[in-house]
Nanobody
Framework: QVQLVESGGGLVQAGGSLRLSCAAS????????MGWFRQAPGKEREFVAV????????RYGESLKGRFTISRDNAKNTVYLQMNSLKSEDTAVYYC????????????????????WGQGTQVTVSS
């Protein structure tokens, strides 16, 4: 079965950086889309970033303001999220998600378009 395992979360002060990783297993071919969502306390899960295809196409949530960078290693079936200039509002559980088949740019940012999810990793930013 498919498994997505996130790592790299933790506690960081505002302005600091973290790098999240998500390793996927149980699927023969690379996922078309691998992305990140986050869910803060009392809020709905929101789109963070996605990388599609071989890694040449990326999209980010508007609230990130260029602070995050997503990348993937198809050979390792792993996706990364580099988070810089972290703010207290970035505090959330971050979830890795994967979709085997094609999705458009807009659809790739929709939560229910993803087939598989990781267990989440907590990111806490102190102010």
């Amino acid at each position: 079965q498919v498994q997505l395992v996130e790592s790299g979360g933790g506690l960081v002060q505002a302005g600091g950086s973290l790098r999240l990783s998500c390793a996927a297993s149980g699927w023969t071919f690379p996922f078309y889309a691998m992305g990140w969502f986050r869910q803060a306390p009392g809020k709905e899960r929101e789109f963070v970033a996605v990388v599609t295809g071989s890694g040449g196409s990326t999209r980010y949530g508007e609230s990130l303001k260029g602070r995050f960078t997503i990348s993937r290693d198809n050979a390792k079936n792993t996706v990364y999220l580099q988070m810089n200039s972290l703010k207290s509002e970035d505090t959330a559980v971050y979830y890795c998600a994967a979709r085997p088949t094609y999705c458009s740019g807009d659809a790739c940012s929709v939560r229910n378009e993803y087939n598989y999810w990781g267990q989440g990793t907590q990111v806490t930013v102190s102010s």
